[in-house]
């Protein structure tokens, strides 16, 4: 289901209260409708405390916004939130084309994104939530009379009833088959929980330099662009550190400003991966100009996926665009468990890697183990997913001091010799 089609000449449209982030609201709704395929002809900023609850923009407005839509002969205009079907519907009828909101755009460039079923899945669902309730406002002159799912283009209650249902239908079809490809997950997830492997995941605004980071770090081929959300499919890999210690590394999708909720309620059974991960690596483009924003809105979103509080190693990455090299130490002074790193240059790689096995200290916990003969695949596993300090084979037993993940103490404590202490 495609809702923006290559060239159509688009307007932007776009309400906050902040002047301040006027150029900005404005050049990422320019980035993610170019990504989606849009040509961009014009724009409208209105500074407003709150959007209009009828038409978004303030109702003064209207004719100054049917006009530069007019004067640029633009066929869709997009707005930077999420509308409801009434706002939608006003404002189609203000400026006499079709209006399609933040979250469309964003389900649109995921559409074209998605590369998996299970993303392909979790999308076609957001995009049909997103639809159910507003069919009755589609019924307008100004939509297409096409579309991937057969539920536009009619008239009437009788129409709308059967396409109600049948967007319904869909969406229990999918939710089923959606069930089934998460169990398969899970248990792949489960499966690698076993090995009490340390976990980690790439979190970041989109473009922030996730993927190239993870290319870098384990020579992996993960689609690096520059525009956004180049990512949607989650990939995991394996890292090894110089002196050995080794993580499980995942790059997931990347999160953007006002992110609707059931966008990220889609999508999280892809974003479970930053859930479950033992710690997060946040990855900042320094250098934008509203890095702080964007830091925010990547936190608030770990807050809402109730992950915010697992241990994040913050990189202020591209530092190779960053000349003043006083500003980025002051950052790091400013910032627990960072540093600044570019994922280009590889500029940085000891300090991040120095970053990631500090982390990994705080995770793991000293062991003194005795471990009988039949069971020295475990020996094995403490040298795989830890550190082995000791390992001594005497008559009665392998005796072997280990620092491990909490995972693995706590499945084969009752082999433990005393209690074991958390390393600070
Ligand atoms: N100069 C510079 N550019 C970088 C660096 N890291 C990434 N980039 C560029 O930034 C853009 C986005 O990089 P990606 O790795 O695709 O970003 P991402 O965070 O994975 O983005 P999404 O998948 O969209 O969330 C690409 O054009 C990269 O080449 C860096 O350290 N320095
Ligand atoms: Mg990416």
Redesign the pocket.
Known sequence: MQTIEESERAFLVSVERDEELRPYALEELTALADTAGAEIVGSFFQRRDKPDPAFYIGPGKKDELFAGVQDTASNLVIVDSELSPAQARNLEEAVQCRVIDRTQLILDIFAHRARTREGRLQVTLAQLTYLLPRLSGMYTKFERQQGGIGVRGGQGETKLETDRRKVRDTISDLEAQLAEVRNTRQQQRANRRNLAFPTAALV??????????LNTLSGAE??????????LDPTTRRVVMPDGWAILLT?T??FIRNLPTNLIAAFRATLEETVEADFLIH?V?TNHPYREVQREAVMETLESLGAADKPIITLF?????VQDREALQELILDTPNSAY?????REGMPQLMDRIVETLKGLLEDIDLKIPYNRSDLVAQCYEYGRVLKADYQEDGIYVQARITRDLAGRIKKYALKKSTDLA
């Open positions: 970041g605004y989109t473009s922030a330099g996730k993927s190239t980071l993960v689609l690096v662009d520059a525009k956004l959300f180049a990512t790059d999708v990347g990855v483009d990455n591209k530092c190779d665009l790193i570019s994922a280009k240059t």
